[in-house]
Structure formats: structure tokens, C-alpha cells
């Protein structure tokens, strides 16, 4: 059964901190995403990656950046969270141009 | 640019009742559409999905059909259950892109 898996469920966090919020697929797949879930929103894309090492911005990079050194694994870095990035963040990974499979998300809280 | 309009939710609806949850789609080409599914607590699964116009998707008791000339996507369901319970997210994607555009989700809640 392919997996997508993201480290934390529920995560709270301090503003200025610096947050790394890691993804993992178990399925070989060439493409990752983060995106960041808000009411009324829907889903908005923060990066994407195509490969190890390679990256790309999605709508709305600003103040996150990413690192994907495996190819299963793909971490999303707050620098300086702000109460803005409050929110849930789905990672999601797919081959070829096909069918997302998503983790469970991390509900993330920036006090 | 390309979107993904989904009706407003929350939907509510009774035991066995029928649904449809309208999306339509702006895009300059020929895209896929799909349609996600999340319950409470979870990450978003695919429902169903339609690679062509006129093709239908269909899964668990849900199907949708890709209309091009409506520019339309809209999920049916002909008897919903209180499992059903979840939000519904239409999504479009480019053959040869990356980037799914997905519309802002349709919650349902169906009633016992």
C-alpha cells in the first residue's frame, strides 16, 4: 500500500522560530509538493520538486523554503514562522504527471 | 489564468439523498480533472478522475462527467451515506505540467 507520510500530526511553534516540517513517500516517486490548506482557500502551492536537489516555487514561496537531498524525503522550512503560517500543510508526491498521493497533513500553530 | 469553481458548502443533506456538487473550470487547453476526497483528520485521496471530454469517472457510487462544452465537472451521487461526510475537492492538471490547480473544496455533512 503506498504511503505518505508526514512527521508531525499537530505541531505548535513560537514566532521567530525556525520549523522544519519533513515529508517522506515510500513509493519511488520522482515528484513532491507542499501545500498549505486554509478555509475558504482550498489548497495553494507553496514548492514542488521534480527531482533530487531540484525545485521549483509554487504560488506562494514566500518565507518557506524546501530541501529534498533523497528522493523519499521532502522538508519544508519555515525561517522565521510568523502567526501568518498558521495553518495545515499537506505534502504530497506523484510519477510522471498522474495522481497525487497525499499525507496526512501537520496542523501547524504559531503563537 | 486557469481556476476551479466549486459551489460554497457547507452542503447538508439526509440519509439517501441525492447529491451534486457543481465545478466548473477555466483553462486554455485540454486538461485532466479530477476529483479529491478528504475526511476528518486526513489528507486529501483521489475520488475519481477524467482524462478526456465526455469521459466519466466513477468510484464507491460517485461519478462525474467531463464536459467540455459546459467546461463542467460536476460529482454525483445517486444515494449518500453518513460516511460520505468529507470535504470534495475538484482539481484540474495540464498533460506534461506539474501543478494541479484545485478549487477551495465543498464540505458535505449528510444527516442520519
Known amino acids: 500500500d503506498v504511503k505518505v507520510t508526514q512527521s508531525s500530526r499537530y505541531l505548535v511553534k513560537r514566532t521567530g522560530e525556525k520549523v522544519f516540517l519533513e515529508c517522506v513517500q515510500d513509493m519511488d516517486h520522482e515528484n513532491m509538493f507542499w501545500y498549505r490548506q486554509d478555509p475558504g482557500l482550498g489548497l495553494r502551492l507553496i514548492y514542488f520538486?521534480?527531482?533530487?536537489?531540484?525545485?521549483e516555487k509554487g504560488d506562494i514561496p514566500e518565507g518557506y523554503s524546501v530541501s529534498r537531498e533523497k528522493k523519499e524525503r521532502f522538508s519544508l522550512i519555515l525561517e522565521s514562522a510568523s502567526t501568518n503560517q498558521t495553518s495545515m500543510y499537506l505534502c504530497?508526491?506523484?510519477?510522471?504527471?498522474?495522481?497525487?498521493?497525499f499525507g496526512p497533513g501537520t496542523r501547524l500553530t504559531v503563537l | 489564468g486557469d481556476s476551479v469553481t466549486q459551489m460554497e458548502g457547507p452542503v447538508t443533506l439526509s440519509e439517501e439523498a441525492f447529491l451534486t456538487i457543481n465545478c466548473t473550470y477555466t483553462a486554455t487547453g485540454y486538461p485532466s480533472l479530477f476529483w479529491y476526497v478528504q475526511y476528518p483528520g486526513e489528507g486529501l485521496q483521489l475520488l475519481l478522475k477524467a482524462t478526456k471530454a465526455d469521459d466519466k469517472g466513477s468510484n464507491k457510487g460517485f461519478e462525474a462527467t467531463y464536459r467540455k462544452e459546459t467546461t463542467s465537472f460536476h460529482l454525483e451521487k445517486g444515494s449518500v451515506q453518513v460516511s460520505d461526510s468529507a470535504v470534495y475537492f475538484c482539481?484540474?492538471?495540464?498533460?506534461?505540467?506539474?501543478?494541479?490547480?484545485f478549487g477551495t473544496g465543498t464540505r458535505l455533512k449528510v444527516l442520519a
Open positions: 520538486s521534480y527531482d533530487v536537489k531540484m525545485k
Open positions: 482539481a484540474l492538471l495540464y498533460s506534461g505540467t506539474y501543478k494541479y490547480i
Open positions: 504530497a508526491s506523484t510519477e510522471g504527471v498522474n495522481e497525487q498521493f
